[in-house]
């Protein structure tokens, strides 16, 4: 599923220690996605653990060559992980 990402440059200003190879390592190990919408464009939110181990979430939007644009990614927060519905069990 939307195997081809981009990774908005905005994320490594807002988050020096999140860099692009961590977003998308975390977009494909990800342990949970929901899609947000079910009109066209498709957003989608998800978490997944980045190659230091840390848990990301992340929010995207897929655009018109089926590519997905990584717009947010940050820590998951308490947050996300409900909307998620990740449990701890799971973190």
């Known amino acids: 599923m939307l195997d081809r990402i981009t990774v908005h ?10 860099q692009v190879e961590d977003v998308e390592s975390a977009w494909r190990s990800a342990i949970a996605v929901r ?8 957003y989608y939110a998800a ?5 230091h181990g840390r ?3 992340m ?3 897929e655009l018109d060559d089926s ?3 990584i717009f947010h990614a940050m820590r998951l927060t308490h947050k996300m992980a409900q909307e998620l519905k990740i449990g701890k069990e799971e973190i």
Not at 35 to 42: H, L, T, V
Request: charged share 30%; glycine share 6%.
């Open 9 to 18: 440059p905005r994320i490594t200003r807002r988050h020096p220690d999140i």
């Open 35 to 42: 899609r947000r919408n079910y009109d066209p464009p498709e």
């Open 47 to 51: 978490a997944g653990a980045d190659s």
């Open 55 to 57: 848990l990301l979430e």
């Open 59 to 61: 929010v995207g939007v």
């Open 67 to 69: 590519s997905l644009l």
